[in-house]
Each structure stands twice: as C-alpha cells, then as structure tokens.
C-alpha cells in the first residue's frame, strides 16, 4: 500500500466524518428553527391573552375617576338635603 493511498483513505475518512457532522449541525439548526417558530407564535398567544391585564390600569384610572365624581355627587347632595331641611324647620317654627 503506498503513501499515496493511505492519505487518499484518510482524507476520504476526514471528508465523510466533516460531512456527518455538518449534516448533523443542519437537522438540528432546522429543529431549532421549528421551535423557535412554535415558541414565537406561544408568544403571540400569551400576549394576546394579557392584552387585557395591562388595560386594567387605565381601567383602574377610570373607576377612581367615577369614584371621585360620585363622592362629589354625594357631598353635594348631602348639602341640598341639609340646606332644604334647614329651610323646611325655620318655615315651621315661624
């Protein structure tokens, strides 16, 4: 066997082991890639469905702001009822 042959087979030996592992690197960059789709549309799904949590504080926003309007509302509602009562007991007592 000469020289010649024996670095042919080791380099034919050297191309295929290259070969496998590059094939190898490829099927599983491609899984890879399959799941970063799947968790990018889980991603999507999940922002969707939170959607909803981050409106909670412009709706908190709005629910104080009725909050305060309805205790105005109240306190003057409170004067109208001390204002006519206090009318109606000095037309009695004149």
Do not use: C, P
């Not at 020289?3 to 087979?9: A, K, Q, S, V, Y």
């Not at 380099?11 to 094939?23: F, W």
């Amino acid at each position: 066997m000469s020289l010649w042959l024996l670095g042919f087979i080791v380099g034919l030996v050297v191309v295929l082991l290259v070969a496998a592992l590059l094939i190898g690197i490829l099927i599983e960059a491609r899984r890879i890639r399959g799941l970063a789709r799947q968790a990018g549309e889980l991603v999507q799904a999940i922002d969707a469905n939170t959607r909803g949590i981050w409106a909670l504080r412009d709706t908190h926003g709005v629910a104080l702001a009725l909050l305060r309007g309805a205790e105005a509302i109240q306190g003057n509602a409170a004067a109208i009822v001390r204002a006519v009562s206090d009318a109606h007991i000095d037309q009695d007592a004149a």
